[in-house]
């Protein structure tokens, strides 16, 4: 039933289009062409599968990460189907290795699958953050670009609380181009091979 109606809906969206050329005055027909939701639009994949820089937004609300395209942010959400073993270390990864390689300018963390195009909207109500739209992206692994960064005041058990003003003003990351299992948390009897997890790539920014 859900392939039909899929099949159907282009034909839907130019009837409410003629009705609303039509009927201009009365504007409903264009208001319910503007509503249809995108994500009942069968995806497409905009690019083949490759690797992207990866941007997350702390501390933010609605949709807080994207991936970099052509210079520019493109807000994301993985789907479902995207592997569960790479979003499962991906989370696992502790703060002061995630957070200050998913920063922006130059993010050392990326991302490799299909961004789709189409923008999709999750649904709205009631204790659910906004969601201005994102793109669809499947993803397949990722990988930390080596040197990488290590931050100590994103770090749990070093909270920033703690750090005096002058601690902070000199205080500067660590570079490092290995993994250790300590940098992740929750992995319980998982053992992943952390080299799959590195790339060698150009030194970052201080």
């Known amino acids: 039933m859900f392939d039909a109606m899929k099949r159907l809906l282009p034909w839907n969206v130019a009837l409410l289009s003629l009705l609303a050329a039509l009927y201009p005055r009365c504007g409903a027909a264009d208001r319910l062409v503007q509503e249809i939701p995108a994500h009942v639009a069968p995806r497409a994949a905009s690019r083949p599968m490759q690797a992207y820089p990866f941007v997350h937004a702390d501390g933010c609300t609605g949709v807080c990460e994207f991936v970099i395209v052509d210079g520019k942010s493109v807000p994301i959400e993985f789907t479902p ?3 569960a073993g790479a979003m499962m270390l991906l989370y696992a990864l502790k703060p002061e290795i995630f957070l200050p390689n998913t920063g922006e300018p130059a993010p050392r963390l990326y991302v490799v699958g299909q ?4 923008i999709s909207r999750d649904a709205q109500g009631p204790g659910r953050a906004y969601d201005p739209g994102h793109h669809d992206f499947l993803l397949q692994r990722w990988y930390l670009a ?3 960064r290590e931050d100590k005041r994103y770090s749990n058990d070093h909270p920033q609380m703690e750090w005096s003003d ?31 997890l590195l790339r060698r790539e150009a030194p970052p920014a201080q």
């Open 166 to 196: 002058e601690d902070l003003a000199h205080y500067r990351p660590t570079l490092r181009r290995t993994l250790r299992r300590s940098d992740f948390e929750r992995l319980g009897a998982v053992k992943p091979d952390l080299r799959e």
């Open 115 to 118: 961004l789709f195009d189409g």
């Open 81 to 83: 189907d995207s592997d």
């Open 146 to 148: 080596t040197p990488f």
